[in-house]
């Protein structure tokens, strides 16, 4: 993954991946996609919901839609691939207020100025590079309301570069062995090797926003903080406040945690009792 990051997803996503479960397949690690909503994402975006507008980029099959949609006047889903826009549209028809459009990987020329209260990404942008992370921003300096907030799941691989090269030197059960302590970081994660949370905070500063928040986290498949949760607001809206970074490497641990609660405690939509961490 590198420049050409916006090929690599649209091949991705539009061809290559069969999208049997909607997305939930990557929410296993943390119980279910209800566990992962529950425990990762409404705790972190609660301040700012529910609210009148909200931006969701890259919404895939919806995992995270489900839940905006009713924390939103409105809601606009934006993603590259076209059959993830015409599957939203479908799984979504009951709900009036969603507003579906196909860009380029890069424009939100579809977004009004002034009117975005929450933008959203997550599960996403990890796999873009630092010129998309680029655009997005640019464009939502002035797409954000005057107190609209932005929370962007992103790669943080950017900031272990020595330690990918020497990932890349090595390989089986030793390398594997150095992941999982968070020696190493995992070399075929999908994450941006130029995207870090730092450079992150740097976009934002060059386009007149705020970061505000920053969270580096472990992912599912290596302890080492490969992927970043960051917050951002325009300079001087009511969330404007100094940054505030946290390493947080124990993310991955939550998850274990999280799964093993949610398997005694949880039941199925349907009434399935099964044990969903099986
Ligand atoms: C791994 S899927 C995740 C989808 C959803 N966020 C979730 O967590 O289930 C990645 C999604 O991001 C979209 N995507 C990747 N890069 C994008 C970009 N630069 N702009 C818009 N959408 C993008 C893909 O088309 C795909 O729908």
Same mark, same amino acid.
């Given at each position: ?59 895939? #099959? ?88 932005? #929370? *962007? ?78 917050? *951002? ?33 949880? #039941? ?11």
């Amino acid at each position: 993954m590198g420049v050409d990051s916006v090929q690599w997803n649209l091949e991705q996503w539009a061809e290559g991946y069969e999208w049997l479960e909607e997305g939930d397949e990557w929410s296993r690690w943390w119980g279910d996609t209800d566990a992962m909503w529950l425990a990762v994402l409404q705790p972190r975006i609660a301040p700012f919901v529910p609210t009148g507008t909200v931006l969701e980029i890259a919404p895939g #099959f919806g995992r995270w839609t489900h839940y905006l949609k009713d924390l939103a006047d409105r809601l606009v889903v934006v993603d590259l691939a076209p059959r993830c826009i015409e599957h939203c549209r479908e799984r979504f028809a009951g709900s009036a207020h969603l507003e579906y459009h196909v860009n380029d990987g890069t424009s939100l020329a579809m977004v009004a100025d002034d009117s975005v209260d929450l933008a959203f990404s997550m599960d996403s942008l990890v796999h873009a590079d630092a010129t998309v992370l680029e655009r997005y921003l640019e464009q939502l300096a002035t797409k954000l309301g005057p107190d609209g907030v932005g #929370f *962007f799941h992103h790669s943080n691989l950017g900031a272990y570069a020595r330690d990918l090269a020497r990932a890349r030197r090595r390989s089986g059960r030793a390398r594997a062995r150095l992941v999982a302590r968070g020696r190493l970081p995992h070399p075929q994660a999908f994450r941006d090797p130029g995207m870090s949370a730092e450079r992150f905070a740097d976009l934002c500063d060059r386009f007149g926003l705020a970061c505000i928040g920053q969270e580096t986290i472990s992912w599912s498949g290596g302890a080492m903080m490969t992927d970043a949760l960051s917050l *951002f607001t325009r300079t001087g809206s009511r969330w404007d406040r100094p940054n505030r970074r946290l390493a947080n490497p124990g993310f991955v641990d939550e998850a274990e945690r999280m799964r093993s609660l949610w398997s005694a405690s949880s #039941f199925d939509h349907d009434g399935d009792t099964t044990d969903p961490t099986r």
